[in-house]
């Protein structure tokens, strides 16, 4: 619980509500996280972490794109791949599966896909595999100071 308990004190911080809710059902993957919601795929913001040399890079997509690794590199100027389990979870502090947009261990730099700009609300991930929190894309934005980019792979 001390991951959800950063992601609700950056959300309040941030004067964003505390919309975090528990589903034990579970919530590891978009299609997971969609179903005990009750929306669509597309409005999951899934949280994926690629790795800049020691650097994390975090990419809110549409939990329907898949993300294409050579458009984050080119927006953000460095070289990207895969980032192992636990490597995510020592640099930013979460387990895959659980990886929220906020609340991260470490600075790190962050794309959020413009697909998710049309969508309202959106659930993003809070900390663990079984919990979410309800936002806008407007607000993961604000959230994260995140740039807002064409990720999603063609």
Known sequence: MEAVDRVREALKAADHPDSIAA?????????DAAA???????QIAKSIIFRAGDEPVLVVAS???RIDRKKVAAVTGLAVKPADPAWVQEKTGFAVGGVAPVGH???VTTLIDADLMALDPVW???????????????????????????????
Request: hydrophobic letters at 40%; a negative charge.
């Open 63 to 65: 939990g329907s794109n």
């Open 36 to 42: 005990s919601v009750g929306c669509d795929v597309a």
């Open 23 to 31: 589903f034990e059902s579970g919530t590891r993957s978009a299609a």
């Open 124 to 154: 993003a991930a809070a900390g663990s595999p079984m919990h979410v929190f309800r936002t806008t894309p407007q607000e993961l934005v604000r959230l994260t100071g995140g740039a807002v980019a064409d990720v999603r792979q063609d």
């Open 105 to 107: 261990a470490c600075a």
